[in-house]
T-cell receptor, first 114, second 112 residues
């Protein structure tokens, strides 16, 4: 158990809908990262938050957004869903204040868009 | 369980043999590297890391080698066990970016 909790584990929804994925980081970790993992593209960095503020942005679509709350949990919002958004979405957390630190991953949320 | 990366390169190794998994990283400015193991249906799990001021680092049954000249990273697993069967990713990080870049992964299959 990495200490990072993601909910829900599985989500099935229709095209055009909006979903919210939730992540609780490890106790004491201030940084949260979101990744998308699809079969043909591997792990893709989406966005990172540090202590409530956006720190880095990767290949995140405009239809997607995220935030980190004062209690440090984070949510990833996916809207106007398309079939191609079906993927595993991982959250990871790491100790803040140090750039070179390992990130611990949650178990992921499997999103299926039908 | 779920399959990750159906089109990943696969390395098949006999149980008890040593495994070597390779990774070519993309950014010459990257100064921190990690190997992750991902079992079917699970999130990536940290195995070992190495900073760019080192060429080699050893853990328990694992060794990571870094060749900055050719931007190459390798993971050596000694006495490979069935539990080592998984997809292995390398990740690179450039100081100041906070963005990990992951390799495409290699599937390791351990043959009994």
């Amino acid at each position: 158990d990495s200490g990072v909790t993601q909910t829900p584990k599985h989500l099935i929804t229709a095209t055009g809908q909006r979903v919210t994925l939730r992540c609780s980081p490890r106790s004491g970790d201030l940084s949260v990262y979101w990744y998308q993992q699809s079969l043909d593209q591997g792990l893709q960095f989406l966005i990172q938050y540090y202590n409530g503020e956006e720190r880095a942005k990767g290949n995140i679509l405009e239809r997607f957004s995220a935030q980190q709350f004062p209690d440090l949990h984070s949510e990833l919002n996916l809207s106007s869903l398309e079939l191609g958004d079906s993927a595993l979405y991982f959250c990871a957390s790491s100790v803040a204040g140090t750039m070179n630190t390992e990130a611990f991953f949650g178990q992921g949320t499997r999103l299926t868009v039908v | 369980g779920e399959s990750v990366g159906l089109h990943l390169p696969t390395l098949s190794v006999q149980e008890g043999d040593n495994s070597i998994i390779n990774c070519a990283y993309s950014n010459s400015a990257s100064d921190y590297f990690i190997w992750y193991k991902q079992e079917s249906g699970k999130g990536p799990q940290f195995i070992i890391d190495i900073r760019s001021n080192m060429d080699k680092r050893q853990g328990q049954r694992v060794t990571v080698l870094l060749n900055k000249t050719v931007k190459h990273l390798s993971l050596q697993i000694a006495a490979t066990q069935p539990g080592d069967s998984a997809v292995y990713f390398c990740a690179e990080l450039t100081s100041g970016t906070y963005k990990y870049i992951f390799g495409t992964g290699t599937r390791l299959k351990v043959l009994a």
